[in-house]
């Protein structure tokens, strides 16, 4: 019984520490300059952005590399509609998550009948096409020029008027967006794409219809990555095709890896990671570079499962139980 109760206990305080870690990073953040709430805001956009990729990739199993294309469309939606034709930030914020969602839907329909490296090739191919016509269509997006005087998240004559309002408004968007996708996780639609991620064919077997299921959960990650792109629209006031290109790509996979792909808070450890981590370098100077891709090596190396898998490390093991004489096992009692 007492090991049990520990075990119990074990399991919470994992639980508790990553919500522990990001909570104090966003209260730090309240409590220091300009830069450092710029800084850390744009890991909770990150964080958003992450844990869609980590519900297509993670709770799937999927493999997709085109989801800057659908943060891009939620990013220049909100710009056009808010800096050109002067909507309300929030409602912008909404159409263009549907605009972005029903965009993965149609993308999806075909998208997903290939598997494994057809399809992250396919989806990188998307993400690729969406950097191109943002570039080449200066009409609209205003190619390399960008688009300025995007408004701040506001609803109707409110405005959050400086950047740690703004950080407070994304931490709450970022835990809400968290709590939705733990929701999903544990529910029916959840169980079902863990089995998908397992097998496709035994999950076929049992009745999923997969490709479905896919889609949805392809969707699901698209409105995930518009709401980032448009929340870093009106966090920074300024967007451009260089905000959400390879490197975007290329980023959130370091943000999720490192987290931990697959866990609920590991999308939101490794963004807030991967963004400060410079920030605690740059004293190095030249040194720089180096010391932060060693570290992130050796973070990878020694924590395969990701920082918010670190908890288990130092979590107690249940004692074996030991045989009784007439061969029945015997109850370990903790000491």
């Known amino acids: 019984m007492i090991s049990r109760v520990s075990t119990s206990t074990d399991r919470r305080w994992r639980a508790l520490l990553p919500v522990a870690v990001v909570l104090a990073v966003m209260a730090f953040g309240l409590t220091s300059s300009g830069y450092v709430v710029t800084v850390i805001g744009f890991a909770a956009i990150y964080g958003i952005f992450c844990t869609g990729l980590n519900f297509f990739m993670g709770y799937t199993g999927q493999a997709s590399f085109g989801q800057n294309a659908f943060a891009a469309l939620g990013g220049y939606g909100t710009a056009i509609l808010c800096g050109n034709h002067y909507w309300d930030p929030l409602a912008a914020f909404l159409v263009s998550m549907v605009f972005a969602g029903l965009v993965a839907y149609l993308v999806g329909l075909p998208t997903l009948k290939l598997r494994g490296h057809y399809l992250a090739m396919a989806t990188f191919a998307l993400g690729l096409i969406t950097y191109e016509i943002s570039i080449e269509w200066n009409s609209l997006t205003q190619g390399y020029m960008g688009i300025s005087g995007i408004p701040p998240l506001g609803v109707w004559k409110f405005e959050l008027a400086n950047e740690k309002q703004m950080l407070v408004a994304l931490t709450l968007l970022m835990l809400l967006g968290v709590w939705i996708s733990v929701r999903l996780r544990d529910s029916r639609f959840g169980r079902a794409l863990r089995a998908i991620a397992g097998s496709e064919p035994a999950a076929r077997a049992l009745g999923i219809d997969v490709a479905r299921y896919k889609l949805a959960a392809f969707v699901i990650a698209a409105l995930y990555a518009s709401a980032a792109g448009s929340l870093f629209a009106h966090f920074v006031g300024f967007i451009s095709p260089e905000v959400f290109g390879a490197a975007m790509v290329i980023q959130s996979f370091t943000m999720l890896f490192l987290g931990g792909i ?74």
């Open 262 to 335: 697959g866990t609920t808070w590991g999308p939101i450890v490794g963004a807030i990671m991967v963004l400060m981590l410079p920030e605690f370098l740059r004293g190095l100077k030249e040194l720089q570079d180096v010391v932060y891709s060693m570290a992130l090596i050796a973070l990878l190396i020694f924590a395969p499962k990701g920082l918010a898998g670190l908890g288990s490390l130092f979590a107690r093991r249940p004692k074996a139980a030991l045989p009784t004489p007439s061969g029945a096992p015997a109850r370990a009692i903790a000491k």
